[in-house]
């Protein structure tokens, strides 16, 4: 059983560019969290996704914007880069119904904007 | 709005040494409280969690207490291995873990043999 897979491994843009950043749930999960982890500090939530809709946000500009597909995977889209926005890109997946919830988070992606 | 603050790092401990990382939280309602370790270049993995007052939850030797009177959970090991040496991170959530995580800044362990 795959657990959550992410894609790429790491990234390098330069600032102004924009970047898409691809999740696959863990089988049977439904809800995916995207956070952010800047060097040396915990994971920030951006968003969470449940049927294609965005169901929670947190404090990010509207630069950072995703999506959700019928087969449960997601993508996360950060435009006009800044170089504020380096980090460890993680992506979460739990499923919604009752009993375990819990997180399961993927490798990450490591962007680096120059 | 929640938040989460773990002791300050980072900690270093000889092997078989015992561990214990504070955390505390302010939030509103009755969140479930998680702790995930990072090991090194990794994503995160969750170590334990203890959703209800009182609650202990226990993995591979570490253990946590939810103590809701002090908004507290504390990890703690018996005897600490090189194979600990790790980020360990204590977070919360409102409801059993399906809805956002808040995350403390995480502490640094290091396990000398």
């Known amino acids: 059983d795959a657990g959550v897979t992410q894609s790429p491994t790491h990234l390098i843009k330069t600032r102004g560019q924009q970047v898409t950043l691809r999740c696959s749930p863990k089988?049977?999960?439904?809800?995916v969290s995207w956070y952010q982890q800047a060097l040396g500090q915990g994971p920030q939530f951006i968003f969470q996704?449940?049927?294609?809709?965005?169901?929670q946000r947190g404090n990010f500009p509207d630069r950072f914007s995703g999506h959700q597909f019928p087969n449960y995977s997601s993508e996360l889209n950060v435009n006009a880069l800044l170089l504020g926005d380096s980090a460890l890109y993680l992506c979460?997946?739990?499923?919604?119904?009752?009993?375990?919830?819990?997180?399961?988070f993927g490798p990450g992606t490591r962007l680096t904007v120059l | 709005g929640d938040s989460v603050t773990q002791m300050e790092g980072p900690v270093t401990l000889s092997e078989e040494a015992f561990l214990t990382i504070n955390c505390t939280y302010t939030?509103?309602?009755?969140?479930?409280l998680f702790w995930y370790v990072q090991y090194p270049g990794e994503g995160l993995q969750l170590l334990l969690k203890?959703?209800?007052?009182?609650d202990k939850g226990s993995n591979k030797g570490f253990e946590a207490t939810y103590r809701k009177e002090t908004t507290s959970s504390h990890l703690e090991k018996g005897s600490v291995q090189v194979s600990d040496s790790a980020v360990y991170f204590c977070?919360?959530?409102?409801?059993?873990?399906?809805?956002?995580?808040?995350f403390g800044q995480g502490t640094r362990l290091t396990i000398n043999p």
């Open positions: 089988s049977g999960h439904d809800t």
């Open positions: 203890a959703t209800k007052a009182d």
């Open positions: 996704y449940y049927e294609e809709e965005e169901r």
């Open positions: 939030a509103t309602g009755y969140p479930s």
């Open positions: 979460a997946s739990t499923y919604s119904g009752r009993g375990r919830n819990e997180q399961f």
């Open positions: 977070a919360l959530s409102d409801f059993q873990g399906a809805q956002k995580l808040v």
